[in-house]
């Protein structure tokens, strides 16, 4: 199928940090916005378990005050535990990380990945948006547009309801903490009642032998109901969410209609799921 191509030369760089060794990595530490100090910082620490206040101040850029600091406020939000000297991960392998720790990173390609996902909306559809940081950005991006939207989470529901054009509706349901997502029958069966043009998914992992995944098995249930409500799938994922697995199984590669990503083209996992006939957007 036909690809939309809107990538640049520093989506790419970014995308090749992704793969550096952790002792490249920090080099990258200073001399960026406080955002991706703070995704690379993680980024060592699932790598290495454990950094120490001078490596990852090993630019003459930053200071150790800065990493200190930064180290003060990622504890704070339970991404990690401060040692002496240093930190260590408390993110487990396998473990959604809090919503609060993914809000902190990739703001500004979120924000990219949204432009271009409300831009296949027509004005008048209904449209169910996932829950997740990106699916936020997403609700940010529909301003001026008129829209019925289901989102399924309270982070979303805030911006939308700022949106004069947005006709909110709401499932209901309980909502779980931190990510306040709406789960349990009540949201089930608003989503077994009711049918959407289009289904926005956010996921954990994407990959075309699983299919799109979510760690949390309330939130799965929730979201498969919603994309069988739907006529459209657009998932939407950062390039790091590519090739990743979690424990539930929203749906298959095939039920996809478009992925929206800033993954570079070539990427294997990208091939992959455009060999099953998913359209690729590259942003």
Known sequence: MSTVTLSTDLHTQRADRRKLAPDVLMCYISDMNVSERHRLILALLAERNRASVAELARSPKTSEMTIRRDLELLESRGALRRVHGGAVSTLLSGVEPPYAVRAMVGGETK??????????????????????????????????????????????????????????????????????????????????DLRYDTFILG?????????????????????????????????????????????????????????????????????????????????
């Open 111 to 192: 924000a990219k990945l949204a432009d271009v996902v409300v831009r296949m909306l027509n004005d008048g559809e209904t449209v169910a948006l996932d829950t997740g940081t990106t699916a936020v950005a997403v609700a940010h991006a529909m301003a001026g547009r008129r829209l019925t939207v289901t989102p399924l989470s309270l982070h979303a529901t805030m911006p939308l309801a700022e949106h004069e054009g947005i006709r909110l509706l709401l499932p209901g349901g309980q909502v779980r903490p931190g990510e306040l997502s709406f789960y349990g029958e009540t949201a089930l069966r608003t989503f077994e």
């Open 203 to 283: 996921c954990c992992g994407v990959d075309a032998a699983n299919g799109a995944t979510a760690y949390n098995l309330d939130d799965v249930h929730v979201k498969r109901v919603a994309a069988r409500a739907a006529r459209r799938i657009i998932l939407v994922a950062t390039a790091e969410k590519l090739g990743r697995g979690a424990l539930g199984r929203i749906c298959s590669v095939e039920q996809l209609d478009v992925v929206v990503t800033d993954a570079p083209q070539g990427t294997p996992v990208v091939e992959e799921m455009r060999a099953a006939g998913v359209n690729i957007v590259h942003v």
